[in-house]
């Protein structure tokens, strides 16, 4: 059995196209959206409204933690397009999963990355796509559950949740061969990303899982540039499956 993992997809429907080539399945592990792109300026919804000039300040200030400052250059730069701004971003982030969702191989198996909007994927998922969130699936006679989404950050991006609704997700998930995540369990050289130059949220109660049940391999994305790819937990190998948007390639697993 050969699987395909990838997460943080962030538009490239170019390489998502192909991304299952030799496998018998593809795992998705969310964020699909590119809001804004931190190494290119141009790219993604934020400059396709205000462009790549405003982006890159409005990156800058994210970087350097002023999140008040930031939070207000969006503010100003919202107050100047007409209508609602959640109603420019739903258009935006619509054309941007029609895209995606069409390119994206059967069969698939997704969760939700925190930059997702789970009420729109109904939307656009299409025959062999199934969404798994706080569930769990046998895939080639292995028990792979999925724990979408992410924790809450002053980030504040759409689909970040309370630590006891993540930790209930997790619980319901329970034992399996391979658990797949979008963040990372809580350990700290996992969640360090050395671009960024800052630690990421992980989290506590995939960790106790992973201690608890041992499956075989946890599978997350999330953290685009970490310190460490891959630790082992006791037997559980826990892998960082890869930034798809920056290298359009898949993790594979076989068995």
Same mark, same amino acid.
């Given at each position: 059995?050969?699987? /395909?993992? $990838?997460?943080?997809? /962030? ?47 409005? $990156? ?79 895939? %080639? ?32 998930? %329970? ?6 995540? /979008? ?59 890869? /930034? ?7 993790? $594979?697993?076989?068995?």
């Amino acid at each position: 059995m050969r699987v /395909h993992v $990838i997460s943080d997809v /962030h538009g490239r429907a170019d390489a998502l196209a192909g991304a299952a080539a030799g496998a018998d399945a593809l795992i998705c592990l969310g964020d699909l959206i590119l809001f804004i792109d931190y190494d290119d300026h141009a790219q993604g919804i934020f400059p396709d409204l205000f462009g790549a000039e405003r982006a890159a300040e409005f $990156i800058a200030l994210r970087t350097a933690k002023r999140f008040d400052e930031a939070r207000a250059l969006s503010a100003r730069l919202w107050s100047t397009l007409d209508g609602d701004p959640r109603e420019h971003i739903e258009r935006n982030v619509r054309a941007q999963y029609e895209e995606l969702f069409a390119a994206m191989p059967a069969p698939a198996y997704l969760t939700y990355g925190n930059v997702d909007i789970p009420r729109l994927w109904s939307d656009y998922l299409q025959d062999g796509h199934q969404v798994l969130d706080g569930q769990s699936v046998e895939i %080639g006679g292995w028990r792979f559950g999925f724990v979408g989404g992410g924790l809450k950050t002053t980030y504040r991006t759409p689909y970040e949740i309370s630590d006891e609704e993540f930790a209930a997700k997790v619980e319901a998930v %329970g034992e399996v061969d391979v658990l797949c995540c /979008h963040i990372p369990p809580a350990v700290p050289e996992l969640l360090y990303d050395v671009v960024a130059r800052r630690f990421e949220r992980g989290s506590e109660a995939t960790l106790a899982a992973i201690r608890r049940t041992q499956p075989r391999y946890a599978l997350f994305g999330h953290v685009h540039q970490p310190l460490h790819r891959r630790t082992r937990i006791g037997r559980t190998e826990c892998v960082n499956v890869g /930034h798809f948007r920056g290298k359009g390639v898949p993790f $594979i697993l076989e068995w």
